[in-house]
T-cell receptor, first 114, second 114 residues
Framework: GESVGLHLPTLSVQEGDNSIINCAYS??????FIWYKQESGKGPQFIID?????DKRQGQRVTVLLNKTVKHLSLQIAATQPGDSAVYFC?????????????FGGGTRLMVKP | DSGVTQTPKHLITATGQRVTLRCSPR?????VYWYQQSLDQGLQFLIQ???????AKGNILERFSAQQFPDLHSELNLSSLELGDSALYFC?????????????FGPGTRLTVL
């Protein structure tokens, strides 16, 4: 069953196209950022992370871009596949806390059309 | 499979009752985190334990409590349950406790309060 809000922004892309999912974060003190993928009925799955001393990091078919000036994070997925359909969350880790709590964005639903 | 296990998968109970959710972290991880995911609030951090001690606290209600045992598994206790406590509860784990340590999530426990 669904595990996220009913009114998520949705990105619909054609299979094989590139996808770009955006996220605005709130805390200028955050120094670590993560993208998670959540499929229906499952827990968030780690995709890629980036630290504040970088502005780009690449993984397999995914790239994360960080713009600290405007507090913006994006996730690019190359050659999007049906298996990429899920809700994607960005999360930030504020530096000024004793632990390691994550603050999550509201999520974006990615729908891949075959 | 993240290596984090949670039981039970589903829990249905009545208002006023008390339940216990259980989490086993990935092998070698010392930190355990609890998050709540509801339709209107998204993913929210509740509490973090590191090697048996509370490390960080988020928006956790006084009716909720948690602990981490010597074998590093953790339990989240929810008491005097209300309808609004219905949500998905996720446990995550990481190796250490400091910021920037990647958190891996379990499959969640879906709590329904009737």
């Amino acid at each position: 069953g669904e595990s996220v809000g009913l009114h998520l922004p949705t990105l619909s892309v054609q299979e094989g196209d590139n996808s770009i999912i955006n996220c605005a974060y709130s805390n200028s003190a955050s120094d670590y950022f993560i993208w998670y993928k959540q499929e229906s009925g499952k827990g968030p799955q780690f995709i890629i992370d980036i630290r504040s001393n970088m502005d780009k990091r690449q993984g397999q078919r995914v790239t994360v871009l960080l713009n600290k000036t405007v507090k913006h994070l994006s996730l690019q997925i190359a050659a999007t596949q049906p298996g990429d359909s899920a809700v994607y969350f960005c999360a930030e880790n504020p530096y000024n806390n004793a632990g390691n709590m994550l603050t999550f964005g509201g999520g974006t639903r990615l729908m891949v059309k075959p | 499979d993240s290596g984090v296990t949670q039981t039970p998968k589903h829990l249905i109970t009545a208002t006023g009752q008390r339940v216990t959710l259980r989490c086993s972290p990935r092998s070698g991880d010392l930190s355990v985190y609890w998050y709540q995911q509801s339709l209107d609030q998204g993913l929210q951090f509740l509490i973090q334990y590191y090697n048996g001690e509370e490390r960080a606290k988020g928006n956790i209600l006084e009716r909720f409590s948690a602990q981490q045992f010597p074998d590093l598994h953790s339990e989240l206790n929810l008491s005097s349950l209300e309808l609004g406590d219905s949500a998905l509860y996720f446990c995550a784990s990481s190796v250490a406790s400091a910021g920037g340590d990647t958190q891996y999530f379990g499959p969640g426990t879906r709590l329904t309060v009737l």
